[in-house]
């Protein structure tokens, strides 16, 4: 398929544009990237194709728009089928992949915002208590979905990877940042070997954002917020 | 392929949106009420994360979380189906669904407080309808945001069918005014009057009463 027809509207900071960029190499699909300086203003094309969230991500395919990151990948796993599968193929394994990613979404992924814009220490403390605690769940979900292999999608990555693994670009600034190890031999020992494969794998490595530099972004929005405020 | 096990209470929206699904597939099921303040081993064993209803028990395996249990039944049992089959209608499709499962919420939480927590809950709910008015594809030119069956969409949006209505008779606040939304209304209507929507809902007056006596414990215990 011609590059033009595929274009993805996202940023290197946003975990959720990075889940269809994932989905995409999976496929080997060539796309046209059109990075959103969200902090500075947003393109006519983004308002345009998400009027009502005016967010990224956005997949324009053949001058369709399509919304919503997981709904994206979804998309890209049904039009690209001749490519690896990225959702299981069972309807009771696809349930399990869509509750654990919803619960990423829903449960843990307001705790690591609430970390990232706390201000008192207090209220820093109580946000990486709420993300550790969360994702305790992901240790016995991971033996659950992965039976015994690599990721939780299995042999190969899949839906549920890509989900939780686009977080941890930020996770690692978070770790960095408070001096602690969110995903630890302890409580999540599946999961921290997990990340090590997830981040190395081709469709995913240069994708993830360098720590420092992710750290050094947060500065920016935060000072530039603030000052918003 | 297994029985069907449905745990919920009575007067949940999530709950209908699983019934409805099942009853508009013809898929037999056993509906077992649920205690939330009193939570069986059943639910807690099927759904440990949230223990929430609505949870589907289909031979012996529980799914929870309604969106995610509707997109099982359309896999499991694809006759009458409630999604498009192309891929980009169906994408349209996921989206309405995911907007009107979470914007939906605001309507709850008008039921659920009081004073500027439900003003600002009521603008959030004016919102949601403001936009599915606008922006929702097929709405006005279709009878259903399916098209001429219901599906997904519609069944998610299912709450402004009745819930809506309870809320705005306990609370005294109204969310949708009238004449305001014609393509909406029109919906509405449609949607009610769908022989098997109109035989799956609760009676006004009961939820009514149930919607009432949760939001005065609710308010008590703040």
């Known amino acids: ?229 | 392929m297994g029985e069907v096990k449905l745990l919920g209470t009575r007067h949940s929206p999530y709950l209908h949106r699983v019934i409805w699904a099942l009853k508009l597939k013809g898929i037999p099921y056993e509906f077992i009420e649920q205690d939330l303040d009193n939570k069986s081993p059943l639910l807690l064993q099927s759904n440990p994360v949230h223990k929430k209803i609505p949870v589907l028990i289909h031979g012996g395996n529980p799914i929870a979380e309604s969106v995610i249990i509707l997109e099982y039944i359309e896999e499991k049992w694809p006759q009458n189906p409630l999604l498009p089959s192309d891929p980009y209608e169906k994408a349209v499709a996921r989206f309405w669904v995911k907007f009107a499962d979470e914007k939906g919420l605001s309507i709850s939480k008008v039921l659920q407080s009081s004073g500027e927590e439900q003003e600002k809950a009521r603008k959030e709910s004016l919102e949601m309808l403001e936009i599915i008015e606008e922006h929702a594809p097929g709405l006005g030119q279709k009878k259903f945001f399916g098209g001429d069956k219901i599906g997904m969409v519609d069944l998610t949006l299912g709450r402004l069918a009745h819930w809506m209505g309870v809320t705005e008779e306990v609370t005294g606040v109204k969310i949708m005014e009238a004449g305001k939304f014609p393509r909406l209304e029109a919906w509405m209507k449609n949607f009610k009057e769908d022989p098997v929507i109109k035989e799956n809902l609760p009676e006004f007056k009961d939820t009514l009463a149930v919607m009432k006596r949760h939001r005065e414990t609710l308010l008590a215990s703040k």
């Open chain 1, 1 to 229: 398929m011609a590059k033009s027809d595929v274009k993805l509207l996202g940023a290197w900071t946003s975990p959720f544009a990075m889940r269809p960029r994932i989905a995409l190499n999976i496929k080997s699909v060539d796309y046209e990237f059109q990075e959103e300086d969200w902090l500075v203003s947003k393109s006519e094309l983004l308002l345009k194709s998400n009027p009502v969230h005016k967010k990224v991500p956005v997949l324009i395919h053949a001058g369709n728009p399509i919304c919503e990151s997981l709904i994206i990948v979804q998309y890209i796993d049904e039009v690209w089928s001749s490519g690896p599968s990225i959702l299981p193929s069972d309807p009771y394994d696809r349930a399990t992949a869509r509750f654990w990613s919803a619960y990423i979404d829903d449960k843990w992924f307001p705790s690591m915002v609430a970390f990232l814009f706390a201000q008192e220490e207090d209220a820093k403390k109580a946000a990486i208590a709420q993300m550790e605690e969360g994702l305790v769940p992901l240790e016995e979900a991971f033996g659950k979905c992965s039976k015994g292999k690599a990721f939780f999608g299995g042999d190969r990555i899949g839906f549920l990877d890509i989900a939780f693994g686009c977080f941890l670009g930020w996770l690692r600034v978070i770790e960095k940042a408070g001096g602690i190890e969110l995903l630890n031999e302890t409580q999540t020992p599946s999961p921290l070997k997990w990340a090590e494969r997830f981040s190395s794998d081709i469709a995913v490595k240069e994708l993830l954002p360098d720590t420092d530099k992710l750290a050094e972004f947060r500065k920016k929005a935060q000072a530039k917020m603030t000052a918003n405020n």
